[in-house]
T-cell receptor, first 115, second 116 residues
Framework: GENVEQHPSTLSVQEGDSAVIKCTYS??????FPWYKQELGKRPQLIID?????GEKKDQRIAVTLNKTAKHFSLHITETQPEDSAVYFC??????????????FGPGTSLSVIP | GAVVSQHPSWVICKSGTSVKIECRSL??????MFWYRQFPKQSLMLMAT?????????EQGVEKDKFLINHASLTLSTLTVTSAHPEDSSFYIC????????????FGPGTRLTVL
């Protein structure tokens, strides 16, 4: 079935260190992998995404890697700052025979950056 | 650009009543909108996908007669929680996909529903 797993569920790092969150997906047809940051009580915000035709994408302190063969993708945050503290969700698209694709979310990682 | 609004932002209702939540794309047309539910400290769970002018597609385990979805225009989708019970208390978030796009979606700010 459709499933996205995410590890770890909680992560604490010292300010300035790197944080890595890993996800796996089950549907080999998935071709779009967004990452969202959600602060308490607020909407998820897209921070980076990657499509299946590339293996890595970087945007300043954030990078994402994708291994389609292994069905793994990861989020890397370098030089972490206290304002990076939030819950991070990975997600994967599930292609449909209809005209739309839906997106399934992983269970989330609560990141705490300690000053 | 790409702003999605939801109304109301929070609502408290009595058990047995119905509640309607609106999701609007303010500066783009959205053929497809999605409705998610999020319980405290949990992930977003997709409830249903609505396409303008057609019936919504519900995820397994979501009762279509309890969660009525109407996507009557390219900028508005509504979710009605019928005969609400305390276990329906949750954070309901919609997202809208710009017409012509196959993956991008923009999220609304969410609606906090509390059923007494």
């Amino acid at each position: 079935g459709e499933n996205v797993e995410q590890h770890p569920s909680t992560l604490s790092v010292q300010e300035g260190d790197s944080a890595v969150i890993k996800c796996t997906y089950s549907d080999s047809a998935s071709n779009y992998f967004p990452w969202y940051k959600q602060e308490l009580g607020k909407r998820p915000q897209l921070i980076i995404d990657i499509r299946s035709n590339v293996g890595e994408k970087k945007d300043q302190r954030i990078a994402v890697t994708l291994n389609k063969t292994a069905k793994h993708f990861s989020l890397h945050i370098t030089e972490t700052q206290p304002e990076d503290s939030a819950v991070y969700f990975c997600a994967a698209s599930i292609p449909s025979v209809s005209s739309y694709d839906k997106v399934i979310f992983g269970p989330g990682t609560s990141l705490s950056v300690i000053p | 650009g790409a702003v999605v609004s939801q109304h109301p932002s929070w609502v408290i209702c009595k058990s047995g009543t119905s509640v309607k939540i609106e999701c609007r794309s303010l500066d783009f047309q959205a053929t497809t909108m999605f409705w998610y539910r999020q319980f405290p400290k949990q992930s977003l769970m997709l409830m249903a996908t609505s396409n303008e002018g057609s019936k919504a597609t519900y995820e397994q385990g979501v009762e279509k007669d309890k969660f009525l979805i109407n996507h009557a225009s390219l900028t508005l989708s509504t979710l009605t929680v019928t005969s609400a019970h305390p276990e329906d208390s949750s954070f309901y978030i919609c997202s809208a996909r710009p017409s012509g796009r196959t993956d991008t979606q923009y999220f609304g700010p969410g609606t906090r529903l509390t059923v007494l």
